[in-house]
Structures are given as structure tokens and as C-alpha cells.
T-cell receptor, first 112, second 107 residues
Framework: DTAVSQTPKYLVTQMGNDKSIKCEQNLGHDTMYWYKQDSKKFLKIMFSYNNKELIINETVPNRFSPKSPDKAHLNLHINSLELGDSAVYFCASSHRGWMPQHFGDGTRLSIL | KNEVEQSPQNLTAQEGEFITINCSYSVGISALHWLQQHPGGGIVSLFM???GKKKHGRLIATINIQEKHSSLHITASHPRDSAVYICAVRPKRGLIFGKGTKLSVKP
């Protein structure tokens, strides 16, 4: 009965590959988010989806594309992975109004 | 200069001490958030503030919009409070995060 679940927890892959991270929430929230936490532990918002519509895209390269099949899911697809994509990616959800946000446990992406 | 600055970067305290973590920002905001990241990596939302003060258990958060400053206080600190505390501000769009304050509470 995890509120926000991300899979996989760890992802190790090679440069140039395409990969996806899945996120699901069972809280009935209407807004979902993707964050990136770099090696210096600095968090940045990447995307926010409200009722399946993208409402923020914070200058993220277009190799990253969020896909929301329904309001309980927000998956992150990454094409042509680069070394700089290595980070921990967090999914979160909330009701409209940003807080409180419930976070997933993170996906640690390592690019070889 | 970062738009959101936290101080101190690192803080070590003895169990029972009163702790203050500060957050200053340079942009106009509609709200400010405090988050806690556990040593295992999990992130928990603590507070959202747009004015005044909020309290939850031993945690108190205050904000002064005119001075563009917020503080997070922990009373009677405990080793389980050891974590990174992150301030985030909400300008017109998005969220801007501070770099976090790493707190260690020793028994």
C-alpha cells in the first residue's frame, strides 16, 4: 500500500541507451512531479503534470519526456542517455496547490 | 549567487538542543516549503508557509515575507532528527531549492 512508488529503484545502463522510470500514486492526487537530485544532492524540479497536462517544464533537455497515461501515473522516458544524466530521480504527487507532496523513494540512475 | 541560500550548510548538535536552520531567498514568492531528506534518501514534506508561523510537534517554521527569510526550529532535538533539511521557494512557476542543511544530532 505504498503511496508513491517508483520503479526501478536502481538503473545502471550505458551511454546512448533509452530508458524509462515508472511512477504510480494511489493517493488520488491530481498533480505529479519529477525531480532530479544531482551528485551534490541539489534538487531541481523537472516536470509537473496536473490532470494529465504538463504545466511546468524547467528547461529540461528534450531527451527527457514525461508520459502520463492517467492521473495516477507519470512515467519518465529518457533518450540517448548521457553521463550527466547520472542522478537520483524522484517522483512526487500532491493535490493542486503543491503541498504536501508525497515523494517516491527515488530511482538511482547510473550511466556507464 | 543562488536564489535560495540556506545556513548553516552543516550543523552538529547534542540531543536536547534547540536548533535553528535559516533560509533566505531573493525572488518574489507565493510560498515557501521545508522538506526533510532522511539519511536513506527518502524525502518528506514538512511545511508550506506563505506567512507567519506553523508548528508540528517539535518543529516550528516561520517566515518573514518582507525580509525574504524563513527559519525552521527544532525543539528538544533527538538523534532521529538527523537528516538534511531543504528549503524550497515557489515563485510564479516551479520550485527553487536551497542546497540543504545537514543536521546531525548526537546522543
Amino acid at each position: 500500500d505504498t503511496a508513491v512508488s517508483q520503479t526501478p529503484k536502481y538503473l545502471v545502463t550505458q551511454m546512448g541507451n533509452d530508458k524509462s522510470i515508472k511512477c504510480e500514486q494511489n493517493l488520488g492526487h491530481d498533480t505529479m512531479y519529477w525531480y532530479k537530485q544531482d551528485s551534490k544532492k541539489f534538487l531541481k524540479i523537472m516536470f509537473s503534470y496536473n490532470n494529465k497536462e504538463l504545466i511546468i517544464n524547467e528547461t529540461v533537455p528534450n531527451r527527457f519526456s514525461p508520459k502520463s497515461p492517467d492521473k495516477a501515473h507519470l512515467n519518465l522516458h529518457i533518450n540517448s542517455l548521457e553521463l550527466g544524466d547520472s542522478a537520483v530521480y524522484f517522483c512526487a504527487s500532491s493535490h493542486r496547490g503543491w503541498m504536501p507532496q508525497h515523494f517516491g523513494d527515488g530511482t538511482r540512475l547510473s550511466i556507464l | 549567487k543562488n536564489e535560495v541560500e540556506q545556513s548553516p550548510q552543516n550543523l552538529t548538535a547534542q540531543e536536547g538542543e534547540f536548533i535553528t536552520i535559516n533560509c533566505s531567498y531573493s525572488v518574489g514568492i507565493s510560498a515557501l516549503h521545508w522538506l526533510q531528506q532522511h539519511p536513506g534518501g527518502g524525502i518528506v514534506s514538512l511545511f508550506m508557509l506563505s506567512s507567519g508561523k506553523k508548528k508540528h510537534g517539535r518543529l516550528i517554521a516561520t517566515i518573514n515575507i518582507q525580509e525574504k527569510h524563513s527559519s525552521l526550529h527544532i525543539t528538544a532535538s533527538h538523534p532521529r532528527d538527523s537528516a538534511v533539511y531543504i528549503c524550497a521557494v515557489r515563485p510564479k512557476r516551479g520550485l527553487i531549492f536551497g542546497k540543504g542543511t545537514k543536521l546531525s544530532v548526537k546522543p
